[in-house]
């Protein structure tokens, strides 16, 4: 009987109560749990498998660039960087409010690892994250403009709980981008959160996007909801595990 049910688990693809039962199988008879938690053991089991293989789908559709978790964060005064911020953020109540946040700060100081923190936190706790560099977003929105997919591409991007937008200001954007951008940040506000990551300070970001109205526009929808981190320092690139 008791090969009988393992082999209706395993068929029924509850692995995680499937392993569960197996370690509980070679126990001696003292040791047996009775059956209310066997049936606690087991269903805890099958929660945590199941969520240990959303999280790892999650890390790798969202394609962050560093491996990165939020006990690797180092804080000091030196980067601007206090333990209560990073706190604040790990508890991920910023995400159930749909806030973003902007990190700037000269090239190499850890912009793109701390979002990558927290990418990772966010796929952690069951949510999807995206990652794109200005770059790669601009080419993925040409690319889903060509083939025609640029609605069904805009749909997956708003059931994103968290998108992470590296490099902003590197390089110029085309006016179609803008307005792409701004659709994506349309369909995102009060609704999803957005990480920026930018060398130009806040200030200057009105500047780079050049033209008023579509910068306004952009503006308003990520800087009124939005928690600041001004990191300072020397680059602490080399440090980095970055992904292949």
Known sequence: MKNESLQSMKRLKLTGMAGAYEATLILPVNQLPTAHEMIATLMDAE????????MELFLRMSKL??????????????????????????????????????ITGATGCGKSFLACALGHQTCA???RTLYFNL????????????DGTLIKWLNLLKKAQLIILDDFGLQTITQHVKLILLQILEDRYEVASTIIC????????????EEPTLA????????????????????????LKQLP
Do not use: F
């Open 198 to 209: 930018s060398q130009l300070p806040i200030s200057k970001w009105y500047e780079y996007l």
């Open 65 to 102: 660039r560093y491996r990165a978790t939020m006990p690797d964060i180092q804080c000091s005064e030196e980067r601007n960087l206090q333990p209560h911020i990073i706190a604040a953020l790990a508890d991920g109540a910023w995400l159930s409010r749909a806030e973003n946040i902007l």
């Open 216 to 239: 306004d526009a952009i503006l308003d929808r990520i800087i009124p909801r939005a928690h600041r981190i001004e990191l300072k320092g020397n680059s602490r690139r080399k440090n």
């Open 135 to 146: 770059n790669r977003l601009s080419e993925q929105i040409a690319i889903a403009k060509t």
């Open 47 to 54: 929660v945590q498998y199941r969520d240990q293989r959303r």
């Open 125 to 127: 706790t069951g949510h």
